[in-house]
């Protein structure tokens, strides 16, 4: 099934109330004609996508690699910073089209809708382990080279008696890569999604022995096996979705990857 048409069915589960958002990935495999220079990607990544966490994980002759908008969590000095992020529209060729881009996606149900299911996910995952929580910058833009989000930041201090896995083990997965109800968006993920995610949309990240540390969702990633390459993008389906916008969103995602590479699907 091509993913427009699996977006119009996840639409058809949604109108009948049977779930309220599902994140679904796409993947888009290549040939490379050289093993990947990873000095030149690791420079391309971090200099066209400055404000996002650029990862690499190697394992025998795989790597794992991307430049992700997303941080799951920060720990410092007692406080745990949670960026939500959801809601997308692209960059504009010009100031002004790209400023009616970022009117459109302020000014959009269907992207406030999806980012106030991060945001009361986050709240309702903290709240046991947490106190003072607060939301800061509600409702801004993060702008990136290739397309901009709502982005707010959600702080608060960490309960005497819990530790950051803690809290990690209650944000994750989060509604920006598997949806919600997440029991129900997870099954119908396993359902629409012909291949394993693998470490696309996990978490990565470090820690040390003071309870600091800083983790990220794995978006915007690929895997390199010897030449060959795989992709990974993913859109959050609601109700008001179209499946041609979600398409579009994905291609714009996957060719911040692709376009390290001079290669053709």
């Not at 809601?87 to 100031?95: L, M, Q």
């Not at 201090?157 to 997440?182: E, H, W």
Request: hydrophobic content about 35%; proline content about 3%.
């Amino acid at each position: 099934m091509l993913f427009r048409s699996k977006v119009d069915s996840l639409l058809d589960l949604i109108q009948r109330k049977e779930i309220d958002k599902v994140v679904l990935s796409r993947k888009v495999s290549l040939k490379l004609k050289h093993r990947p220079n990873w000095n030149y990607i690791h420079k391309k990544l971090t200099n066209n996508f400055p404000s996002c966490h650029f990862f690499i994980f190697h394992q025998n002759e795989s790597f794992f690699f991307g430049s992700t908008p997303e941080r799951l969590a920060k720990f410092k000095d007692g406080v745990v910073e949670i960026d939500a992020l959801a809601g997308s529209a692209p960059r504009g060729k010009d100031e002004n089209e790209d400023r009616m881009f970022e009117e459109k996606l302020l000014n959009s149900q269907k992207d406030i809708n999806e980012h106030n299911f991060v945001i009361d996910h986050i709240k309702k995952s903290i709240k046991e382990t947490t106190e003072e929580i607060e939301i800061q910058n509600k409702y801004d833009i993060k702008k990136l080279n290739n397309i901009q989000h709502l982005h707010s930041r959600i702080t608060a201090k960490i309960r005497n008696g819990f530790t950051p896995f803690d809290l990690l083990m209650k944000l994750y997965p989060t509604p920006a890569i598997c949806g919600v109800s997440r029991e129900k968006a997870y099954s119908i993920i396993n359902e629409f999604e012909d291949y394993e995610r693998g470490m696309y949309s996990g978490v990565i990240g470090w820690f040390n022995f003071y309870n600091e540390g800083e983790f990220t969702v794995a978006l915007r990633s690929a895997v390199t096996d010897k030449k060959n390459l795989t992709a990974f993008a993913g859109s959050g389906i609601v109700a008001s979705s179209d499946p041609n916008t979600e398409f579009e969103e994905t291609e714009i995602k996957l060719k911040a990857i692709l376009n390290l590479f001079d290669e053709k699907d």
